[in-house]
């Protein structure tokens, strides 16, 4: 068993971005991901 996280998998995103200890990092990612998606419309 692999001890890194394959994010680009179902069981991976949903390991990394799914539990209540990892929801300060989704908020990031999400904030980051819309920030550079304003950006690129400008």
Do not use: R, V, W
Request: net charge negative; glycine share 4%.
């Amino acid at each position: 068993m692999s001890k890194y996280i394959i994010p680009y998998t179902d069981i991976g995103f949903k390991k990394l971005f799914g539990e209540e200890a990892n929801k300060d990092l989704i908020i990031d990612f999400l904030n980051n991901y819309c920030l550079h998606i304003i950006e690129l419309q400008l």
